[in-house]
């Protein structure tokens, strides 16, 4: 976490021209995506991890989600709830060397 940086430091500082891979399970807890109760406890923060998805989405338009695992015949069960959410928002892709060939591809001539 030393090296680490905020995610709104990225977003003021690093322009929008840049092309984003999220490389990361897209299958997770509702709560974890939308803000439950669990992660807003108490506290008077409640942007939620779609909100920052938003906003990462509405400053880099380029911008791929790649999951290390086809999600898509989960989207009805209790953990495919979230990726189909994050289906919605953005691109998303399973992770093979196929499709990262592809999207970096994609993306280096996207304009």
């Known amino acids: 976490y030393r090296e680490s940086v905020k995610t709104d430091w990225v977003l003021r500082n690093l322009d929008g021209e840049y092309r ?7 299958l997770m807890d509702l709560a974890e995506l939308t803000g439950g109760s669990y992660y807003n406890r108490g506290g ?3 942007v939620t991890g779609l909100d920052w998805l938003r906003r990462v ?9 790649l999951t290390p695992e086809d999600c898509s015949s989960m989207l009805g069960s209790f953990w495919g709830q979230s990726y189909g959410i994050i289906k919605k928002e953005v691109e ?3 992770l093979t060397v196929a499709t990262l060939t592809d999207v970096v591809k994609k993306l280096m001539v996207a304009r």
């Open 20 to 26: 984003v891979i999220i490389v990361g399970d897209a």
């Open 44 to 46: 008077t923060d409640t």
């Open 57 to 65: 989405k509405e400053r880099y338009r380029h911008l791929v989600w």
């Open 92 to 94: 998303t892709r399973t």
